[in-house]
């Protein structure tokens, strides 16, 4: 019975979690084509361009209208907001829609939650002391669910801008030695990186389009560092910023940079194969010492046996 119930509770658990990440990743398509729409109509002079209505964009439309209600009301903080809008904004989501969506979704999932827990319930049959405890462990599921897929996304798109950032510096060297400017420079390394390292893409894509429509350049680069909040990309915002303020040779700043981000990628790496004597401990000392006392010590043991 307690067996049943524990799988019942993961699968509905995983389902959920699949479901709003599919969700998540849905809203992040729609905001690509959108972009990439919104490019195509820019060159070609169409006046407007109609994104095709799919079912998923009508639930995700559904789920940011639930969203919005809620900003509105009030019910959330100005603070909560802000901090649920920063982790989308780091995870790589900065639709006009993405923070409603994503309060739309962690709403509903907060009541699915529980009633699927209920459903599960009666079908095992379960004592009451195990319906609260589940129901209670169902509702701060559903609640805490959401946030840890998007932290999780968030890491992993600090993790692919941490590791693209250095090739983007060398293409930006190789830009800045053929006589770019900045703007030209940044935009054309979002277009080349793309294929190899989308994060790193977007946030220039992004640095490109507010550097256009931005009085103030240096303020285009630090938003680039606070969207964020990567120590790299705010070392890389900050000296494109000082290299502009005091007209210190762009190619130079950039090549150091380039190295000390590579240094830094290597010692990372160097920790990281220092971590690997320790973790390799506890699979030695369980799966190999037996077998080798066993190969070692079993024929004198044997030959114990035979003594006695």
């Given at each position: 019975m307690t067996r049943e119930l524990l799988v019942g509770l993961t699968a509905g658990l995983l389902a959920f979690g699949l479901i709003v990440l599919a969700l998540l990743r849905l809203m992040a398509r729609e905001d690509r084509l959108s972009a990439r729409l919104l490019a195509v109509q820019r060159s070609a002079g169409v006046d407007q361009v109609t994104l095709p209505r799919s079912p998923g964009w009508m639930v995700l439309q559904g789920f940011g209208w639930i969203g919005r209600l809620l900003i509105r009301s009030g019910t959330l903080s100005a603070s909560t907001v802000a901090d649920l809008e920063q982790t989308l904004k780091a995870a790589g989501f900065r639709g006009d829609h993405a923070l409603s969506v994503f309060i739309g979704a962690k709403v509903l999932l907060l009541l699915a939650m529980?009633?699927?827990?209920?459903?599960?319930?009666?079908?095992?049959?379960?004592?009451?002391?195990?319906?609260?405890?589940?129901?209670?462990?169902?509702?701060?599921?559903?609640?805490?669910?959401?946030?840890?897929?998007?932290?999780?996304?968030?890491?992993?798109?600090?993790?692919?801008?941490?590791?693209?950032?250095?090739?983007?510096?060398?293409?930006?060297?190789?830009c800045s030695e053929a006589g770019l400017a900045l703007e030209g420079t940044v935009e054309r390394v979002a277009i080349e990186i793309r294929p190899a390292h989308p994060a790193v893409a977007a946030e220039f894509a992004t640095c490109s389009s507010e550097l256009r429509i931005l009085s103030d350049r240096r303020a285009a680069l630090i938003n680039m560092a606070e969207r964020t909040r990567l120590e790299a990309l705010r070392r890389l915002g900050t000296t494109l910023a000082q290299t502009l303020q005091y007209g210190t040779p762009l190619t130079q700043a950039l090549r150091a940079l380039a190295a000390e981000m590579r240094h830094e990628q290597l010692v990372r790496f160097e920790a990281k194969a220092a971590r690997l004597p320790v973790l390799l401990t506890v699979p030695m000392i369980t799966c190999i010492l037996p077998t080798l006392f066993l190969v070692v010590a079993g024929p004198a043991m044997l030959q114990v046996m035979r003594l006695w």
């Open positions: 529980p009633l699927l827990a209920a459903a599960v319930f009666r079908l095992v049959e379960v004592g009451t002391l195990t319906w609260r405890l589940g129901m209670l462990a169902a509702t701060i599921g559903g609640l805490l669910l959401p946030d840890l897929i998007a932290r999780r996304l968030r890491k992993r798109y600090l993790r692919e801008l941490e590791r693209g950032l250095p090739d983007a510096l060398d293409l930006m060297v190789i």
